[in-house]
């Protein structure tokens, strides 16, 4: 790790603070190499004040269990019918696998405890068909949950659910997560799965709305895993529950958790609930991060370099892009009031930010804002970005003579025969 890592961690410590996670883990990923790597980073979680509660699935166990039992499963999942003989061997594994996982947090410090804090009722009859001892959520008991919480101990949960009269039924994880969540108002629900749920998903974005993850489960549903369904529908309805972010990793990758929880790129596919990106003038507190975010450009002469002098003297010009309140672009607006025309300048993405239309977006405010200026064109210059300007953003090639006076004399100035670009703005007079 080296000193940026840290300070773009420590970036996000503050907003975590004392916030909770809800982990839900599939059963396939317990039972995986990787998972005492998920466990330290649980425990990094908690030093850094954050409460976590661990939700876990039991599929896996459970069908290994009726394997050595010659058993025939109803259902594995808590989705199907489970018979009475399915919901004795799911509870004999899951619980099996809850004081696994508790033994795990144990080995790396954390104090763990399971609790019965799913109340649940019978899912009753669905199609006609009487799915017995599999149930539904009724509520959750958040008072114990909290209790446990205030006193840095991580609740385990397994998928079972219980009734008023000591009957136990056979309730989906990923349910039990959503409700977990929502119930506790977390701040993060975290799907951990193996990597067979994201096979094939180069249609999957790293990003995503609530209303777009329901598009495309519409959209993919016929070429898209049960388990990366069970995780989109579940991510989606927790953030139409309330829960601001749900995030779908792949769980046998090391540190695909904290990579995901503590950097700008992220690692999965999150999906959010509210407005995740903004753009907005910058501060002088924000000149520091303009100026890293575009030094990679600078140094392969891609833009020029800014002081921090020159980029004050002309702050009211410049704006971010924000991820998650963390700048990932850049663009300025230098204004030519006398020719009624615009520069557009400083457009930078982040690399690893590329190719989320961040650099159309950004052109296209620009676009408005200039239209609200009065201003009938806009012109940028570039040494190597010219065919994204004119790919993307419709301007064409000019002669430098046609620019502002004064920035023609920068441009002479300047050495750097940069390309001028042009773009007429919509219902200018030509």
């Not at 199609?127 to 008072?143: L, Y």
């Not at 993307?392 to 441009?411: C, M, T």
Request: net charge neutral.
């Amino acid at each position: 790790m080296n000193v940026s890592d840290l300070r773009e961690i420590l970036q996000y410590v503050p907003r975590f603070r004392g916030r909770t996670f809800v982990v839900a883990v599939d059963g396939e990923i317990a039972a995986s190499a990787n998972f005492h790597n998920i466990l330290l980073d649980l425990a990094v979680l908690r030093s850094l004040s954050i409460r976590t509660i661990v939700v876990h699935g039991a599929s896996r166990q459970i069908e290994d269990l009726a394997r050595s039992r010659d058993l025939a499963l109803s259902n594995a999942d808590g989705t199907g019918v489970t018979d009475a003989a399915t919901l004795q061997v799911s509870i004999d594994a899951a619980i099996r696998l809850t004081n696994e996982i508790m033994e795990g947090l144990s080995a790396v410090d954390l104090r763990a405890a399971y609790l019965n804090a799913i109340i649940a009722h019978p899912a009753g009859i669905l199609g006609g068909t009487d799915f017995q001892f599999t149930g539904r959520v009724e509520r959750v008991d958040t008072k114990a949950l909290k209790l446990l919480l205030e006193e840095g101990i991580v609740p385990v949960i397994p998928p079972l659910g219980f009734d008023g009269e000591g009957r136990t039924y056979r309730v989906n994880s990923d349910n039990i997560a959503v409700e977990v969540a929502e119930a506790l108002q977390a701040a993060k629900i975290i799907f951990l799965a193996p990597s067979s749920v994201f096979a094939n998903t180069t249609w999957l974005p790293r990003l995503v709305s609530i209303s777009e993850a329901e598009e495309l489960l519409r959209k993919h549903r016929t070429d898209c895993s049960a388990g990366l369904q069970s995780k989109l529908e579940a991510g989606a309805r927790a953030c139409r529950q309330g829960v601001p972010r749900a995030h779908l990793l792949d769980g046998g990758i090391n540190e695909a958790l904290l990579t995901e929880m503590f950097s700008h790129e992220g690692f999965g596919t999150m999906v959010y609930s509210n407005e995740y990106q903004q753009i907005r003038r910058i501060f002088k507190k924000d000149v520091r991060s303009v100026i890293t975010l575009i030094r990679q450009s600078v140094q392969s002469e891609e833009l020029v370099r800014r002081t921090r002098n020159e980029i004050l003297e002309h702050i009211e010009d410049y704006w971010v892009l924000e991820v998650d309140r963390q700048p990932v672009a850049c663009v300025a607006l230098h204004v030519h009031p006398e020719e009624k025309a615009g520069e557009l300048a400083c457009l930078y993405v982040s690399k690893n930010q590329e190719n989320q239309g961040y650099g159309r977006k950004l052109m296209g405010f620009v676009e408005n804002l200039a239209k609200e200026k009065g201003l009938t064109r806009l012109f940028a210059l570039s040494t190597q970005a010219f065919m994204f300007l004119q790919q993307k953003g419709g301007y064409v090639e000019a002669a430098p003579e046609s620019l502002p006076a004064s920035r023609f004399e920068k441009y002479v100035q300047s050495g750097r025969n940069s390309k001028v670009l042009m773009k007429h703005l919509s219902g200018a007079s030509h």
